[in-house]
Nanobody
Framework: QVQLIESGGGLVQAGGSLRLSCAASGRTFSSYAMGWFRQAPGKEREFVAAISWSGGRTYYADSVKGRFTISRDNAKSTVYLQMNSLKPEDTAAYYC????????????????WGQGTQVTVSS
């Protein structure tokens, strides 16, 4: 069984930065691509970013491209999301997930999910 535990969320002013972390249990972390999704109140969950198993390839939603950076440390079984120049519209619960293959921006491609961490950006 894989467990994913997110941390690093909080309240920040617009223009500020936060770094989210997602620690994974299990010995196979380095074999899987990982992703971050977010869900704002009253909205569907949406893709934010994804990273290949080696970290060599990254993918971003257009809304966060140039502001967010996804990275991973396979030795620590942890994936990160550095969020800069935050905007009020970035307010959401952020979830990390492990992909089982398939299209990286589809929820259906992910089989394990964390419990989420709340990010609130004030204007």
């Amino acid at each position: 069984q894989v467990q994913l535990i997110e941390s690093g969320g909080g309240l920040v002013q617009a223009g500020g930065s936060l770094r989210l972390s997602c620690a994974a249990s299990g010995r196979t972390f380095s074999s899987y691509a990982m992703g971050w999704f977010r869900q704002a109140p009253g909205k569907e969950r949406e893709f934010v970013a994804a990273i290949s198993w080696s970290g060599g390839r990254t993918y971003y939603a257009d809304s966060v491209k140039g502001r967010f950076t996804i990275s991973r440390d396979n030795a620590k079984s942890t994936v990160y999301l550095q969020m800069n120049s935050l905007k009020p519209e970035d307010t959401a619960a952020y979830y990390c997930a492990r992909t089982n293959g398939g299209t990286y921006y589809h929820e259906e491609s992910y089989d394990y999910w964390g419990q989420g961490t709340q990010v609130t950006v004030s204007s």
